[in-house]
């Protein structure tokens, strides 16, 4: 019947040519299977050649599925199993006791002698006499010749699997396994499922110390600039900051700024902020630009070469209050405007954020004509000069002292100089400075056991207008603009403040600045300990023996280190344990707080991802300035 030719022809692709040697091998049938193809059976028993349109036989449809046929009754060779998307399927024997099985993940060999496989849940439905039927029909099939047309190319089958982590592997053999080279490997034989096993597939790897040193150094930074009025001298600036957040709220800037004077005054700041990345961000870019203009409008260029210090300490401080002050009334305006219909209300949240959000800040900037370095700083990002001790300065019977660090390089004596102070609830200062400020508060604002202003770490900053803002403001911003609930024991704002310390300290050739915030110092037991170890840097540096990725400082191990807190990631690094891997100094000062020489540790901080790298490490900046 033309259809069943049709049927035929889409199922197993065959040619006229196939069709007729189907036929021929038809006469080995008993009367009985041939009983309803009698035309067919004279023809093959007068030796004719069938033409290339098969007769009709009354036998059920076969499902339209690809299968190879036996071999040839005098070929003693394994069949070739052909692919198909749903696994290997088998050439199968001519008898009906040969049916195909489901053996597992490997191939084995069955009473035939041909390779039994894995094949797919339809094969599983086929009744025994649609088997039967197309053992009939195949039954003097060239192997090669129906497996050319059956085999789905591995690019169009790998197109045809859903898209997904983990990689399906057929477990039966290609074409022409057991010998080449796509023959699986022994490995693969013995422990087909490991590729399957989401255990394997690598989710979440822990990094290796190469790549654990590449993720430091994202976004690491260096610069070089001469300032011919201070001796020929150049300033280095090296910068680095590793995220524990996404985004990352640590941020920092360098540049120069004017002051009035005829050369450019060099700046750094590292801004630590909270609750998002707008308020530091916001510092980053316009702070130096109001201490610009402060110091521009208190100086006259017919004072001597550079503004006295009173001047540039009143500067900062007024800058600081400025910028804060107009970031809290523009907030508070974009709400009445609102109300006013003026803007819409995602253009109100969008200007409330720079003051609902927070940050530290601290902020450096130098005279290069006095070779003076002033900081202004507001919360817990801190500061400090290491100057080199001069010989006079050490102490009798000093230089005889035997150097007791695990570290076979130099180790000159350095003094630390404290620039900026933290403004914590830590600080007898600070508390005594918010007790006398709210007279009114019963109990203290700040609690003993925690260590908080009303749960704020820090007792100053920018923005933070939950701690700043009239009770009626707060309420107004908690109802109509997705605000904050009132802290509980909110009496008498502000409680914060950004109006900022500052301290000058004179610097010469040799001495380095260090600026970090809280997520950098926090790994240190006290500033003296980066001192020290900066310093042993600067020394090796010069001497060209800091070689990047080249270990210059010892053996990795757990010598010296030390650990604070409840938990095994809260730890302390010593100047002893220092490593000197890197030309970077600021790179070098974060690799050693993230580890030094205890290469586990190192790699197992640098492993943490969002939201659990918070748990393990903060987001930690640090700038190094070199005189």
């Not at 086929?126 to 050319?148: G, K, R, S, W, Y």
């Not at 399957?196 to 150094?217: I, S």
């Not at 601290?362 to 004509?369: G, I, S």
Request: aromatic letters at 6%.
């Amino acid at each position: 019947m033309p259809h069943q030719k049709n049927r035929l022809s889409r199922s197993l692709s065959l040619s006229g040519a196939t069709i007729s040697r189907f036929f021929t091998s038809s006469s080995a049938r008993t009367k009985t299977e041939r009983s309803n193809s009698s035309n067919n059976t004279d023809s093959n028993k007068n030796g004719a050649q069938p033409s290339s349109t098969p007769p009709p036989i009354n036998t059920p449809e076969p499902p339209a599925i690809m299968m190879a046929e036996d071999p040839p009754k005098d070929s003693s060779k394994d069949a070739v199993p052909a692919k198909s998307p749903f696994g290997t399927l088998e050439v199968p024997g001519m008898g009906t006791g040969d049916r195909r099985e489901s053996t597992g993940s490997t191939a084995s060999t069955g009473s035939t002698g041909y390779p039994k496989g894995r094949r797919g849940s339809h094969l599983a439905m086929m009744t025994q006499h649609q088997n039967q039927f197309q053992d009939q029909m195949l039954a003097e099939q060239e192997p090669a010749a129906v497996i050319q047309e059956q085999v789905i190319p591995e690019e169009k089958e790998k197109e045809r699997r859903p898209s997904c982590l983990c990689t399906h592997s057929d477990s039966g053999s290609d074409p022409g396994s057991g010998s080449g080279s796509d023959a699986p490997s022994p490995a693969e034989q013995q422990q087909p499922e490991t590729r399957n096993d989401w255990r394997t597939m690598g989710l979440h790897k822990p990094l290796r110390l190469a790549e654990a040193v590449e993720k430091l150094r994202q976004e690491e930074e260096s610069s070089r600039k001469p300032y011919p009025g201070v001796s020929g001298r150049v300033i280095r600036t090296d910068v680095v900051r590793v995220a524990s957040l996404s985004p990352t709220e640590d941020q920092f800037c360098h540049g120069e700024l004017d002051a009035g004077t005829d050369l450019m005054w060099p700046y750094w700041g590292v801004f630590d902020g909270h609750s998002g990345p707008t308020t530091s961000t916001l510092l980053s870019r316009y702070l130096s630009a109001y201490v610009s203009n402060h110091l521009l409008s208190r100086w006259r260029p017919e004072s001597p070469d550079s503004p006295e210090p009173e001047v540039v300490i009143e500067a900062c401080r007024a800058a600081f209050a400025q910028l804060d002050e107009e970031i809290a009334v523009d907030a508070l305006a974009a709400m009445e405007e609102y109300e006013e219909g003026k803007i819409g209300h995602a253009e109100a949240v969008c200007r409330i954020k720079p003051a609902s959000a927070g940050s530290c800040a601290t902020f450096l900037l130098m005279d290069p004509v006095k070779g003076k370095v002033y900081a202004a700083g507001v919360g817990d990002s801190s500061s400090v000069v290491g100057k080199k001790k001069e010989e006079k300065e050490k102490d009798e019977g000093e230089e005889d002292r035997e150097d007791n660090s695990s570290s076979a390089l130099s180790d000159p004596e350095w003094e630390t100089v404290y620039i900026t102070t933290d403004h914590t609830a830590s600080n007898p200062r600070e508390i005594s400075l918010v007790n006398k400020a709210h007279p009114a508060d019963d109990p203290s604002p700040i609690d003993a056991k925690t260590g908080r202003l009303l749960s704020c770490a820090v007792t100053r900053s920018f923005g933070d207008s939950r701690w700043k803002w009239p009770r009626e403001k707060l309420e107004k911003w908690q109802a109509h603009f997705w605000g904050k609930s009132m802290l509980k024991g909110y009496k008498t704002p502000p409680y914060l403040s950004a109006m900022p310390d500052v301290y000058g300290c004179e610097v010469k050739e040799g001495d380095f600045v260090v600026i970090g915030s809280d997520g950098f110092w926090d790994h240190f037991e006290k500033p003296e300990e980066v001192v020290k170890g900066l310093g042993k840097w600067v020394e090796n540096e010069r001497s060209g023996e800091v070689k990047e990725n080249g270990v210059a400082g010892g053996e990795g191990g757990e010598q010296g280190r030390k650990k604070k807190g409840g938990y095994p990631y809260n730890w302390l690094a010593p100047s002893d344990d220092f490593v000197f891997e890197h030309e970077n100094a600021a790179t070098n000062l974060m690799r050693n707080a993230f580890g030094g020489k205890n290469e586990d540790l190192f790699c197992s901080a640098m492993s943490t991802t969002p939201p659990d790298s918070k748990e393990a490490r903060d987001d930690a900046t640090v700038v190094v300035v070199l005189f």
